[in-house]
């Protein structure tokens, strides 16, 4: 019963540390979504939507994707008619990034440069969408929507139905972020205490090892990537006080999960816009996957010189 309560606290302590941030952020999107200013951010990203291949109009899933959620996004590219590459395009993009102030903001709260998420989720989606305009020939048949999830943005006028519009929906994301931590925490407060996270970091190790990070990853590298990246942080933010985690595993961690988290969410919700989602999975957890390999390479090589460079200045000394 004792590891139950500990692992319930835990999780309210989490919650309340992201909910400080997701809050307040989601309450000034979710306002921002009745004002024109989506539209103008839209309309000064039409021209670079070009160089990748969409139409000007695309521009607009792929900031309400970013500013507001992936739902939003959909919701928006199920107003245009647009290919099947054009579609595969901007859901590779918005599987790289979308909600982009929320996620970043935790990753601050985790200790993460807010400039490195975005340059990586920008870069990421920007760079995919560029290659695969370049070699795909195919996909120019228009695509075919299905069924999807309800993301329609309720019709409200006034300020104050507006700026209740926000809270209702960052109470709500608190409540699910909660529903989410709180057993998260408290099934990993079991595991410490009878001592199966060990046992899962040892099995995890191959996969960190490949990565180039530690074994005390592995709970939150899972966590991410099975939850998203909010929930993800919310395990990292407690390894990073009792695990020890280094900052630089906690760098490399939130690279690979910038580009890979919520992989079976992030990627059925993809299901009903007519396109191949195995390749969308594939793309995401090669790059994660590649990227987080190619960082910790340089990283250590750099570590290494320092090193070398510090040895050498002693021994002259």
Not at 22 to 45: C, D, K, N, R, S
Request: with cysteine; glycine share 8%.
């Amino acid at each position: 019963m004792g590891m139950l309560k500990r692992g319930f606290l835990v999780g309210l302590q989490t919650t309340w540390s992201l909910g400080k941030i997701i809050f307040p952020i989601t309450v000034i999107v979710t306002i921002l979504g009745y004002t024109p200013v989506l539209g103008w951010i839209a309309q000064a990203l039409a021209p670079m939507m070009g160089w990748i291949g969409l139409p000007g109009e695309a521009a607009i899933p792929f900031v309400l994707g970013n500013i507001l959620n992936l739902y939003a996004g959909i919701g928006a590219i199920l107003t245009l008619e647009l290919t099947v590459k054009e579609v595969f395009i901007l859901a590779v993009m918005l599987s790289f990034s979308h909600n982009l102030f929320v996620e970043s903001a935790v990753a601050a709260k985790v200790g993460i440069r807010m400039s490195v998420v975005l340059a990586v989720r920008l870069g990421l989606a920007f760079f995919s969408a560029f290659l695969i305009h370049l070699f795909w020939s195919g996909g120019q048949e228009i695509a075919q929507y299905g069924l999807v999830p309800s993301a329609g943005q309720e019709q409200v006028s006034g300020w104050a139905a507006i700026v209740w519009t926000g809270v209702e929906s960052a109470t709500m994301g608190i409540l699910q972020l909660a529903m989410f931590v709180i057993p998260i925490m408290i099934f990993i407060q079991i595991m410490k205490e009878l001592n199966w996270l060990k046992m899962f970091s040892k099995w995890m190790s191959p996969f960190t090892r490949v990565l180039g990070i530690r074994e005390n990853t592995s709970t939150t590298l899972a966590s991410g990537l099975i939850f998203g990246l909010a929930f993800g942080a919310g395990v990292m933010i407690q390894a990073a006080k009792e695990d020890g985690v280094k900052k630089k595993d906690l760098y490399l961690v939130f690279i690979f999960l910038v580009a890979c988290h919520a992989v079976v969410e992030d990627t059925l919700i993809f299901i009903p816009l007519g396109i191949p989602v195995w390749p969308l999975l594939i793309i995401r957890v090669m790059t994660a996957v590649l990227l987080t390999i190619a960082v910790a390479y340089i990283w250590n090589r750099l570590e290494k010189n320092e090193e070398v460079e510090r040895k050498e200045a002693t021994y002259e000394n």
